[in-house]
């Protein structure tokens, strides 16, 4: 079994920051991507950021420059700098990992955590 648990969400006002953490847990071999997507109500789940285990990272055009994930192998824990923020910012945040459980099992599997909620709004 893998857990991914995120924290860090909350309410702030607009051009406020916020962090969001993402640690996963279990049976983890490796980890070859982390990284988080949004849903806001009515709309698709999107990706916000990724970063995979060599570092290399890709964002969303409307978060470049504003948010920042970074990533602790260490630890198995991504995360997910957001300053600026705005009301469009406003969504369920979601961590994803993509990762082979065991170094029998060369398949790569996707996890997702459960989703914390960031609303941005005066």
């Known amino acids: 079994q893998v857990q991914l648990v995120e924290s860090g969400g909350g309410l702030v006002q607009p051009g406020g920051s916020l962090r969001l953490s993402c640690a996963a847990s279990?049976?983890?071999?490796?980890?070859?991507?982390m990284g988080w997507y949004r849903q806001a109500p009515g709309k698709q789940r999107e990706l916000v950021a990724v970063?995979?285990?060599?570092?290399?990272?890709n964002y969303a055009d409307s978060v470049k420059g504003r948010f920042t994930i970074s990533r602790d192998n260490a630890k198995n824990t991504v995360y997910l700098q957001m300053n600026s923020l705005k009301p469009e910012d406003t969504a369920v945040y979601y961590c994803?990992?993509?990762?082979?459980?065991?170094?029998?099992?060369?398949?790569?599997?996707?996890?997702w955590g459960q989703g914390t909620q960031v609303t941005v709004s005066s």
């Open positions: 994803n990992a993509v990762l082979r459980v065991s170094v029998s099992d060369s398949q790569t599997r996707n996890y």
């Open positions: 970063v995979n285990s060599g570092g290399s990272t």
């Open positions: 279990g049976n983890i071999f490796d980890i070859y991507r």
